[in-house]
């Protein structure tokens, strides 16, 4: 075993937006993270996952940074940054930030220098291209819709952002900007933090030439199968490895959308020295209808899901890599609404995804408010959604006329919009949730009188106090950490059932993923002298045999076989 303190932790990811407001004013900030250490402490989690507190225009809630080394005003200040880290270190809890060097807001030092003129030493910080006639430089599209290019007056050029408009994407060809990045992690890592997750980390290398793309081929907007995974990405990770990344103990993850599993082995083997591990996307697209986030979820089975987290969990554990375990986060919806029930079997189905998540091979991330079983928001107007994603590709498909009203989308957007993940944390049963005493910056979910964090911790059988048990599991037993993986009933298309195994020891898991009741018969080749129930979502007798049970809806195991 290669025994790692990032894959013995279980992450909880803060998005301080939505987290809890010191000073009134509707938005989460870093003093609010502070009154609630404590809590993130009782729950028993190691690292902190802070989703950007940077400076920035908020164009795309704070992924489009303005300048890398200040704390967004409306957050606090750098003294209240060092306050938090000072107060996580203290429990024990270490502290991760995000690493967006993708791009930048377009209100960066770099960019207001590089768009001046076409021979500023910051020009090529950026790419820059001329038009074909009035055209982009090429057909590619922007993640977030429309093309993307954009044309900049002042030099009369076009600059690429696979984002917004404000989020003009960073040259990695240029050794100059290399170095300045590098630089500006050192100067975090410095600070004391315990590592990065880095946004879109596999977009950052570019195809020489920017060719266009092609509709039949690329796995994501239109010219992408030209920046994924691009020809210098691994090269450039190991450049930053061996200038930043080494020099620290700390944990690294990067996050890649279309990545696959022999893709992403590349990254976190070992011994290629880039990254610890990877979030990758295929779980978390696997129910996109043809018309992606714009149109309706596709039918679903288990096996679908199954096999992608099959697929991960062998090819990883072949590799000696290592898998990020996580359904939902900032840019998700709720995963309680969308790979469970939300409403009579809110709270089962809760523990039972939990479960799952805690119980596979690799490192769990909690999201905030996924541990008392926070839902979807009931979205009754687009005057309600913030994200800047979900607004740009409706406006798109109204100005093409696909759409007349952009209230019809309302079912779409319930399941889809990032918003889901980004309503405030439900602490209380008091207005507006206890988030805030102001107006808050998005509504609170109007289930907060029933699903809050208060009436959570005054049950001994919430949601909250079974994370809790499935974290403590995991440091009293190595082998949920450390066991092989094997799938079992691979065909089955209720109960998703799995063998960790290390040393002699089995950890059998059990999950029935529906709301039926169907029957687990054990495999006859599992043999095992003793049984121990570890963990269970219902109530069940430590002497009830395992060769056959009628499971409930959503009901999860965990056995210990010896």
Request: aromatic share 12%.
């Amino acid at each position: 075993m290669d025994k790692k303190w990032w894959k013995e932790g279980v992450v909880y990811q803060i998005y301080p937006r939505s987290f809890n407001d010191s000073n009134g004013d509707g938005i989460g900030d870093l003093q609010g993270i502070i009154e609630k250490v404590d809590y993130l402490d009782k729950l028993g989690i190691d690292v902190v996952w802070l989703s950007p507190v940077y400076d920035s225009p908020n164009d795309d809630n704070g992924y489009d940074i303005s300048h890398y080394q200040k704390i967004m005003d409306e957050f606090g200040t750098m003294e209240d940054w060092e306050e938090l880290l000072e107060a996580l270190h203290t429990k024990g809890i270490k502290l991760i930030m995000d690493l967006v060097v993708n791009h930048t807001s377009d209100e960066h030092n770099w960019f207001v220098k590089s768009r001046k003129s076409k021979d500023n030493p910051y020009r090529d910080y950026y790419i820059w291209r001329k038009g074909r006639t009035d055209t982009p430089p090429n057909n590619w599209r922007s993640n977030f819709g429309g093309s993307a290019w954009q044309y900049d007056k002042v030099t009369g050029e076009y600059y690429l952002h696979l984002f917004s408009k404000k989020q003009p994407d960073l040259n990695w060809e240029n050794r100059n900007l290399r170095e300045d990045i590098y630089k500006m992690m050192t100067w975090w890592l410095d600070k004391g933090i315990d590592g990065f997750r880095m946004d879109v980390i596999n977009f950052i290398s570019k195809a020489p030439g920017l060719p266009d793309g092609d509709s039949e081929v690329g796995p994501g907007a239109m010219g992408s199968e030209h920046y994924v995974d691009g020809p210098k990405v691994h090269q450039y990770l190991k450049e930053m490895n061996k200038e930043v990344l080494s020099k620290y103990d700390i944990m690294t993850v990067g996050e890649m959308p279309f990545v696959t599993a022999d893709e992403g082995a590349k990254y976190v083997a070992p011994d290629r020295n880039e990254l610890n591990m990877v979030f990758q996307f295929e779980h978390v697209l696997f129910d996109e209808g043809s018309k992606g986030r714009l149109g309706k979820p596709r039918d679903w089975k288990l096996t679908d899901l199954k096999k992608i987290l099959h697929k991960w969990q062998v090819k990883l554990q072949e590799e000696n890599g290592w898998n990020s375990l996580y359904l939902n986060n900032h840019d998700q919806p709720r995963m309680v609404s969308r790979f469970g029930d939300d409403k009579e079997y809110r709270v089962e189905s809760a523990k039972m995804l939990a479960t799952l998540l805690h119980t596979l091979q690799g490192t769990p991330y909690i999201y905030q408010g996924e541990e008392i079983g926070m839902t979807n928001f009931p979205f009754e107007s687009i005057d309600d959604i913030r994200d800047i994603d979900t607004l740009n590709k409706l406006q798109e498909e109204q100005k093409k006329g696909n759409i007349d009203d952009l209230n019809e989308m309302m079912d779409v957007v319930r399941y889809w919009s990032r918003d889901n993940a980004r309503t405030p944390i439900q602490w209380d049963n008091s207005q507006h949730a206890g988030f805030t005493t102001g107006t808050p910056w998005i509504k609170v979910n109007p289930n907060f009188k029933e699903v809050n964090v208060k009436k959570a911790l005054n049950n001994s059988e919430s949601i909250f106090y079974y994370y809790q048990d499935l974290i403590s599991l995991r440091k009293e037993e190595p082998i949920i950490v450390y066991g092989d993986y094997q799938l079992l009933l691979e065909d089955d298309e209720n109960i998703y059932a799995y063998l960790r195994e290390l040393e002699g020891e089995k950890l059998l898991v059990i999950l029935n993923f529906f709301a039926e009741k169907p029957e687990f018969k054990l495999p006859d080749d599992i043999s095992f002298q003793e049984q121990e129930l570890l963990i269970s979502n219902y109530d069940v007798s430590k002497e009830e045999g395992i060769d056959k049970i009628n499971l409930q809806p959503y009901e999860a195991r965990v056995y210990k076989l010896k």
